[in-house]
């Protein structure tokens, strides 16, 4: 298995322009998470999906963000418009069954600069 | 103060010593998780544990959910373990809700 493939693996954008991370998680993985890592805030839960449904976005910083789940193989997270302290490292994750009660499976994560 | 809290900080240490980093949280967990991050950034999750022990090659975690503690250890640490170790509890009554140390930063120096 490939793993969760996450794409852009960089991104550098101006402020005020949309930025869209995608993710693939590992088949048949029905849990899909969305992180953020920052060095103040360390890892940050922004969304969580369960059988592609969205449990909790309580996560999400504000309308600027929005994620998506069209299918149990892709996810969106989109930033319109970007703003720089949206600048951090944005992991998805996905696990088999519910929830973070099993191993989660991290993609590599994509790095988003926003100048 | 934080939910999660994870000694020390930064540990610097020779290859082949023994290797402990500890992580007490404040408030009820169902399980705790560890992982560990490279220095490239990849997240690799190495233990989930709701009790007793468990033993992954030189790696060892501990957790007591009463007292609310749990350690990871390494044996004959290398530089290849050189990482970010971060803990993270699942809340109780959540199945997805974690609560996440800052993490310790980890080198081995040959």
């Known amino acids: 298995d490939a793993g969760v493939i996450q794409s852009p693996r960089h991104e550098v954008t101006e402020m005020g322009q949309e930025v869209t991370l995608r993710c693939k998680p590992i088949?048949?993985?029905?849990?899909l998470f969305w992180y953020r890592q920052t060095m103040m805030r360390g890892l940050e839960l922004l969304i969580y999906f369960n059988n592609n449904v969205p449990i909790d976005d309580s996560g999400m910083p504000e309308d600027r963000f929005s994620a998506k789940m069209p299918n149990a193989s892709f996810s969106t997270l989109k930033i319109q418009p970007s703003e720089p302290r949206d600048s951090a490292v944005y992991f998805c994750?996905?696990?088999?069954?519910?929830?973070?009660?099993?191993?989660?499976?991290f993609g590599p994560g994509t790095r988003l600069t926003v100048l | 103060k934080n939910e999660v809290e994870q000694s020390p900080q930064n540990l610097t240490a020779q290859e082949g010593e023994f290797i402990t980093i500890n992580c007490s949280y404040s408030v009820g967990i169902s399980a705790l998780h560890w992982l560990q991050q490279h220095p490239g950034g990849g997240i690799v999750s190495l233990f989930m544990l709701s009790s007793g022990k468990k033993k992954h090659g030189r790696l060892i975690a501990t957790i007591n959910i009463q007292e609310k503690h749990s350690s990871l250890h390494i044996t004959a640490s290398h530089p290849r373990d050189s990482a970010v170790y971060i803990c993270?509890?699942?809340?109780?009554?959540?199945?997805?809700?974690?609560?996440w140390g800052a993490g310790t930063k980890l080198i081995i120096k040959p």
């Open positions: 088949s048949g993985h029905n849990s």
């Open positions: 993270a509890g699942l809340l109780m009554d959540s199945n997805y809700q974690l609560i």
């Open positions: 994750a996905s696990s088999l069954g519910g929830g973070a009660a099993n191993e989660q499976f």
